[in-house]
């Protein structure tokens, strides 16, 4: 069995300005994690080709400890097991695959757009007709509930302004109607589980703590615009 969704998540940012400011947040998230002792080896980072995304970057990690995956995959992997993580970036388009050493059959595929608009690309992702019933999900940072143990109020984008640009709070229900400049993260995953018995819920787990990470990401990627606004890639 194959579940797959679309999620589009907008921001009040341009696609260029979310460029560094995602580099900024994984850059934070590792210094944050570097002494959790947790292990990731880089098995390859090599310039990668795609003859119709063009010319992009490949990185192959194998993840040792549950603490490293995102937080979406570890309540399914044991914390013996390693997780390999293929990642091709041709931004703004990437493909992520996540699969398990010894599960073989549990595999997750994210497709990633990024787009100037404010969600409204019929077909981003340029899916074959075969696959345009999948189900599409918008996911609002504003206004969409977190679980408590991951709600902060200073990353409440309904209350926070930012110093620099002056951007927010997102008071208003169609708030990515409204601001400008404003751009959308538009996503594929595909779970897929071919352990019978337990593929159905695993892949309805899998895509319920997707949405809250995809919130939480794309929220703390705004609310920290005064931390990154301004750099380049090179100061990333």
Same mark, same amino acid.
């Given at each position: 069995m194959v579940v797959t969704q679309e999620y589009r998540v907008c921001?009040? !940012?341009? %696609?260029e300005e979310y460029r560094i400011g995602q580099l900024y947040m994984i850059a934070?998230?590792?210094?944050?994690?570097?002494?959790?002792?947790d292990g990731v080896e880089i098995i390859k980072n090599e310039p990668c080709e795609d003859p119709v995304h063009g010319v992009g970057q490949y990185t192959e990690k194998h993840i040792h400890i549950s603490n490293k995956l995102p937080a979406w995959i570890r309540p399914f992997i044991p914390k013996f097991i390693h997780v390999i993580e293929k990642a091709w970036n041709y931004?703004?388009?990437t493909v992520t695959e996540y699969e398990c050493s010894v599960?073989?059959?549990?595999? !997750?595929? %994210?497709?990633?757009?990024?787009e100037n608009n404010n969600g409204s690309a019929e077909n981003a992702l340029g899916i074959p007709e075969s696959g345009l019933d999948r189900i599409v999900k918008f996911l609002d940072i504003a206004h969409d509930e977190v679980s408590e143990k991951n709600y902060k109020e200073e990353e409440d984008c309904r209350t926070f302004q930012s110093k620099k640009t002056g951007r927010g709070p997102l008071t208003d229900k169609d708030w990515k109607d409204k601001v400008d400049p404003?751009?959308?993260?538009?996503k594929l995953v595909t779970a897929t589980c071919g352990i019978w018995g337990v593929q159905g819920k695993i892949e309805a787990k899998v895509h319920e703590v997707i949405q809250e990470i995809l919130i939480l990401g794309h929220r703390q990627a705004f609310v920290w615009i005064d931390e990154w606004h301004g750099m380049t890639i090179d100061d990333v």
């Open positions: 921001l009040p !940012v341009s %696609v934070k998230h590792s210094l944050e994690q570097s002494d959790e002792g931004f703004p388009y599960v073989p059959r549990f595999s !997750v595929k %994210v497709e990633t757009r990024y404003v751009m959308c993260s538009y």
